[in-house]
Each structure stands twice: as structure tokens, then as C-alpha cells.
């Protein structure tokens, strides 16, 4: 009786595989009268999120807590190629890849919200860190960011 479900199975099973390396299918531009417009590519349903672009929470409340964390995940993240005091000075810095100005240079006059954003997705040749840096410790390190350009005072 196993057996006869089995043959009986595996018979449905093999009956749906026709050939799906060969089916027909729409390239991406390829004009489509079955769908909205005639076209295959289409504009996202009002509201659709992309992964991993959720709006973020409001920001922490900056508070010596918080900063003495930043202070910590920025040694262990960020002193090796922006040095601890934020000079652009770190050890890697200068053999792999270009000093990053220091943090109290013209370009780095960023807000808190675009530091954040810095760490998240890299600019010029410093990487993307959101997958390496969770969004509670992007918060954190940048509020001490703000502190060492602040010159070691108050965020």
C-alpha cells in the first residue's frame, strides 16, 4: 500500500515539472498587455517599504550613559581608522586607505540624525556599518562623535 502511494506520488510529482527552465517570461522593459499600463516593470504599491529602510525610531535622549556606550562601541569600531580622538589618525588609516579628515573639519559639521546615517550606509571610502553596528549603538557612537568634535564637552 506504501508503495502504491508512493508510485502514485511521485507520478503527480514528475506530471508538474514541463520544462520550467524554457516557460515564457517577461524581461524587465518588456511590454505586457496583461498588466496595468502594457508594461512589465511596474511602480511599487503606494507605502511599500523596502527591507531594511523601516522609518527609524525618534532618537535617544543624549545622556552620559549613552555617551560613555558610544565612547566604548566607538573604540571598538571606529579608532582604527578615525583614531581615538577623532583626528583621522587611526592605525589602519594611511596604509589600506586614505586619513579620514578629522572630525572637526568643515565636512564632518553633520547633525546627529546624519552621522547616524554616515555609519548606517558609509560615505566616500568609509564602509557601510549597519550590519555591523546595531541602530542603538549608531545613536550612541554618534553622540560621542559629537563629543570629540565638540572638542570632549557636551554633545
Known amino acids: 500500500m506504501r ?14 515539472c514541463d520544462d520550467m527552465a524554457n516557460q515564457d517570461r517577461y524581461r524587465t522593459y518588456d511590454p505586457a498587455p496583461d498588466l496595468p499600463g502594457g508594461r512589465t516593470w511596474q511602480m511599487p504599491v503606494e507605502g511599500t517599504v523596502a527591507r531594511g529602510q523601516l522609518e527609524s525610531p525618534a532618537p535617544p535622549e543624549i545622556t552620559p550613559d549613552l555617551v560613555a556606550h558610544g565612547r566604548d562601541r566607538y573604540a571598538v569600531y571606529c579608532t582604527p581608522c578615525h583614531g581615538a580622538d577623532g583626528g583621522g589618525n587611526g592605525h589602519v588609516a594611511g596604509r589600506t586607505m586614505p586619513h579620514p579628515p578629522p572630525f572637526t573639519a568643515a565636512e564632518h559639521a553633520a547633525s546627529l540624525e546624519e552621522i547616524v546615517e554616515v555609519i548606517e550606509r558609509g560615505v566616500g571610502v568609509m564602509y557601510p556599518m549597519a550590519d555591523r553596528i546595531g541602530h542603538a549603538d549608531r545613536w550612541a557612537i554618534a553622540a560621542h562623535v559629537m563629543e570629540l568634535r565638540n572638542g570632549g564637552g557636551a554633545p
Open 3 to 16: 508503495t502504491a502511494f508512493g508510485l502514485l506520488g511521485m507520478a503527480l510529482f514528475l506530471a508538474g
